[in-house]
């Protein structure tokens, strides 16, 4: 399936969110962009792959049959006809993840050949530009091994936690959901800021750099808090 010491990625399904990932993964150097195969019924997604320099296929089974790390990044919906499709060239080697929202563990080993390593991820919209934050959980045949690799890769995008299942849902509404409010919060910023005169683009591009400082403090001080944040003297 691959060459030693040499890991293929495959990507079954080719959105943005899909390519987020493996634009993260190739610009960190974890995976060759040689090494990563995708695969879609269309051109449409592809070619963001193939500008990449990954390859690219319509055949979900060849993904499979050429990677042994797998995410299946098809929307929700598809996803059972698609496991239902790639069952059969599933097997034991292979780590299977899922970015399907609302499709849970326990489901996704039903529809798997029995002990496929399978784990779930859920990210955000921000690992397009590896800035994200994800979480993920694992399987009952996911091992040390499998969670270590995949927090490794997924770092490439951002921020990478392991936790249990039930916190998936929460991390959607936080994260998920909450890059919307973060949106709306420097958009009211900038508004201010026009209102008082300041060219549009000017506003926006300084209320967008503004929400980057507090992520960047407590990348220097991890115990800072939002209060001391706001509480602290300007030097």
């Known amino acids: 399936m691959e060459a030693r010491g040499e890991l293929r990625v495959g990507f079954v399904g080719a959105g943005r969110m899909a390519h987020g990932v493996a634009q993260g993964v190739v610009r960190a150097g974890k995976v060759k962009a040689a090494n990563i195969l995708a695969s879609a019924p269309s051109d449409r997604n592809l070619g963001a792959f193939q500008d990449l320099g990954c390859r690219t296929t319509h055949c979900n089974s060849e993904v499979l049959q050429r990677c042994t790390l797998v995410f299946l990044a098809t929307k929700p919906h598809l996803l059972p006809g698609v496991l239902q499709q790639i069952a059969p060239a599933v097997t034991r080697d292979h780590i299977i993840v899922s970015v399907a929202a609302g499709v849970t563990l326990q489901t996704l080993q039903q529809l798997l050949p029995a002990g496929t390593k399978v784990l779930r991820v859920m990210p955000n919209l921000p690992c397009v530009?590896?800035?994200?934050?994800?979480?993920?959980?694992?399987?009952?045949?996911?091992?040390?091994?499998?969670?270590?690799?995949?927090?490794?890769?997924?770092?490439?995008?951002?921020?990478?936690?392991?936790?249990?299942?039930?916190?998936?849902?929460?991390?959607?509404?936080?994260?998920?959901?909450?890059?919307?409010?973060?949106?709306?919060?420097?958009?009211?910023?900038?508004?201010?800021?026009?209102?008082?005169?300041?060219?549009?683009?000017?506003?926006?591009?300084?209320?967008?750099?503004?929400?980057?400082?507090?992520?960047?403090?407590?990348?220097?001080?991890?115990?800072?808090?939002?209060?001391?944040?706001?509480?602290?003297?300007?030097?």
């Open 129 to 235: 530009v590896q800035e994200g934050a994800v979480v993920f959980a694992r399987g009952s045949c996911a091992g040390e091994q499998e969670a270590a690799l995949l927090k490794s890769l997924l770092s490439a995008c951002g921020l990478c936690e392991e936790t249990p299942e039930s916190y998936i849902d929460i991390h959607t509404g936080l994260s998920g959901s909450g890059v919307a409010y973060v949106y709306l919060f420097a958009e009211a910023l900038a508004e201010g800021a026009v209102k008082m005169g300041m060219p549009s683009a000017l506003a926006n591009k300084i209320a967008a750099q503004t929400l980057l400082f507090p992520r960047l403090f407590q990348s220097w001080v991890p115990q800072c808090s939002l209060q001391d944040l706001l509480l602290l003297p300007i030097q």
